[in-house]
């Protein structure tokens, strides 16, 4: 949802410090022309093998391509991270639940062949920001989609939804009914309807001012998800909207880098 909220992406890009990643582009994880993802590798690489995060971009599952988000991959390279950028194939030429399709081959793709480019198959993150993180938080609470590319959730060792739609019944518009059709099967649609409490860890953020995607998406499941057991934080930014969600991670907006701090200090406490 961020370029149709907010199409100066391009220009965040444009002051990205580009000399310090490495970047390896379409890279294909299958046959079709949109699967395809680019890597991002900080500039100097050490001898070990680098934690990953596999981002998946926003766009109410219409929209959207991975090279508008080179300013997540440098905040993460910065870091220390090998980041991973998948495109996936979009409402119409797909409706749910084939859109996981992309997403679960994807992450596949990078267990298989990530320690090639210096990541670390054992420490794969999973982030999205709106339906990205729908995507991402689906992959990681119902293992049906895992399952088809023989891998479970368990495979991921954490995710980080960013303004995510977890818990969006009923559905408002046409368009989000075509979506996710047959009315019978919309529940199905909602990664909050899958929570068991054996998740991988999740951070969930979302903003007080967010009305693009409602802040009792990442409320109510990271409740659920307490009261199963199971591990999720929720951090909720007061005064933030949508893009600014996403958009504090980019080098320009990052203020007092609070975003990127919360997000740094949880990826290293579950093991990135």
């Known amino acids: 949802m961020l370029l149709s909220a907010c199409r ?30 680019d890597i991002y590798q900080p500039h100097q690489l ?5 934690p990953v995060i596999v981002f998946f971009y926003g766009g109410s599952w219409d929209s959207g391509s991975k090279q508008d988000y080179l300013f997540v991959a440098e905040a993460f390279t910065a870091q220390g991270y090998l980041v991973v950028i998948p495109d996936y194939r ?34 794969v993150f999973m982030m999205g920001h709106s339906a ?16 088809r590319v023989g ?14 739609a977890y818990d969006f019944l009923p559905l408002g518009t046409d368009r989000l009914r075509a979506i996710f059709a047959p009315p019978e099967q919309e529940w199905t649609s909602q990664p909050i309807h899958f929570v068991t409490g054996n998740n ?3 951070l969930l953020l979302t903003g007080t001012k967010d009305r693009t995607v409602w802040p009792k998406n990442s409320i109510n499941l990271a409740n659920a998800v307490t009261a199963k057991g199971g591990r999720a934080q929720l951090i909720t930014y007061e005064g933030y909207d949508h893009v600014d969600i996403i958009a504090k991670l980019a080098k320009p907006l990052r203020g007092d880098q609070r975003l ?13």
Do not use: C
């Not at 990127?260 to 990135?272: M, P, S």
């Open 132 to 147: 990205g993180a729908h995507l991402a938080v689906m992959l990681s609470l119902n293992p049906e989609y895992l399952a």
């Open 90 to 123: 979009h409402y119409p030429e797909v409706k749910f639940p084939q859109l996981m399709q992309d997403p679960a081959l994807a992450f596949q793709w990078v267990k298989q062949h990530i320690s090639a480019y210096h990541g670390d198959p054992q420490r």
């Open 200 to 202: 991988p860890p999740l």
């Open 151 to 164: 891998l479970h959730p368990d495979a991921i060792a954490g995710t980080v939804g960013l303004a995510g």
């Open 46 to 50: 050490s001898e070990a093998l680098l």
């Open 8 to 37: 100066p992406v391009t220009l965040l890009n444009a002051v990205v410090p580009k000399g310090q990643m490495q970047i390896l582009r379409d890279i294909p994880f299958g046959t079709l022309p949109p699967q395809k993802l």
């Open 260 to 272: 990127l701090q919360d997000v740094l200090n949880w990826l290293r406490a579950v093991g990135g």
